[in-house]
């Protein structure tokens, strides 16, 4: 009997086991499917906010002035990826024209609660509201500059530059050396953009007080936005007693022939990385008499650097392919003449192509 009723209760319990277990799971679909429908209804409300304010954005640049409604919170999320997407082929004076229409429907005093969402929510917002172009929303925006998503804190940098691009710049080029979960290319786009020269001035004020890896980093963006500029500071650092890998990176920024006798002064360097970089760029910029001082390098004991010797003769005004036949002869250097043949095999094969 005892054996008896020990199994009956084993039994309830493994039932009311079951059936709590089918309860949950009814408990759980009946979230999902509630967190489902929520999600399409949302989907289809901001469908509609997308192509009402789309419709709207579109007439106010055909010179319809919009004398509707201000923004609901029900809609802002339609309104950001509309007024984003817009914004996205517009000049930059077509743009600061919308930024009415941005003030009359109210984004500003809508955005807090966009601000305070999902990382998505926030880079959007962001990016919205420096498309209003206004100097007052700095401050709102700036804090954003060092949260810890790299896809909001960049959004927040090009916003900022919208705003107010000195006072940005100020703040977003010493980060540059911080950030390193900055992509590179977001990094360059957002310096490109910058039209009054601040960009450019604030890195040449970083150049001076940064390390090595900070001045590589540095001075490759200056390149991109401000090559005269650069050119000046790659000068300055040629003639100071830097770093190799430094000397590297500026060799491959050289490109004018006044820095020639610079670059000459490298063949000779102790490291390989420096004399390919400076046979490299005495093939951009040199004359046909630097063939001579050239020449040397094809025996050089590093294959790289014989290779980027070859290409930079072959680079050279009034060396082409029979020139550079007559040059392989007098090589007595094995080496030497195959990196020739290496060469020349390529360049016929790009001239085939």
């Keep these: 009997m005892h054996a008896l009723s020990n199994q009956s209760t084993v039994l309830v319990v493994a039932g009311w086991v079951a059936v709590l277990t089918l309860l949950l799971a009814f408990v759980l679909l009946a979230i999902i499917v509630v967190l489902r429908i929520r999600a399409q209804r949302r989907e289809r409300r901001d469908g509609q906010a997308r192509q009402y304010w789309t419709q709207v954005i579109q007439r106010e640049l055909e010179g319809e002035a919009y004398k509707g409604r201000r923004l609901q919170h029900s809609e802002v999320a339609g309104f950001v990826e509309a007024w984003n997407a817009v914004h996205d082929s517009l000049t930059e004076a ?17 955005s807090p609660r966009m601000l305070r969402g999902s990382y998505h929510d926030r880079a959007m917002t962001i990016i919205a509201l420096g498309h209003l172009h206004d100097r007052r929303l700095f401050d709102v925006l700036s804090p954003f500059l060092s949260d810890r998503s790299p896809i909001v804190s960049l959004c927040a940098a090009r916003a900022l530059a919208q705003v107010d691009p000195p006072r940005a710049m100020s703040m977003f080029v010493p980060m540059i050396v911080e950030r390193n979960d ?9 310096l490109a953009e910058n039209s009054d020269g601040s960009a450019a001035r604030e890195i040449g004020n970083a150049l001076l007080r940064a390390n090595a890896d900070t001045t590589v980093k540095l001075v490759r963006f200056l390149a991109d936005i401000d090559a005269k500029r650069a050119a000046e500071v790659v000068r300055q650092l040629l003639d100071g007693h830097v770093d190799d890998h430094i000397i590297s990176v500026c060799l491959q920024l050289v490109n004018e022939k006044q820095d020639r006798e610079r670059v ?48 930079a003769l072959l680079a050279l005004s009034g060396m082409g392919v029979d020139a550079m036949r007559q040059l392989q002869q007098r090589q007595s250097d094995r080496y030497g003449r195959d990196i020739i043949d290496q060469v020349l095999a390529e360049h016929g094969l790009r001239s085939m192509a």
């Design 94 to 110: 077509d743009s600061r024209r919308l930024a009415a229409l941005g003030h009359r429907v109210g984004l500003e005093e809508v």
């Design 182 to 190: 900055w992509v590179p290319g977001s990094v360059a786009r957002i």
């Design 264 to 311: 000459i002064g490298f063949l000779a360097a102790s490291r390989w990385h420096v004399r390919m970089h400076a046979a490299t760029a005495l093939g951009r910029i040199g004359e046909a008499g630097d063939s001579s001082r050239l020449e040397p390098l094809l025996a050089d004991s590093v294959w790289w650097v014989r290779y980027r010797t070859a290409q």
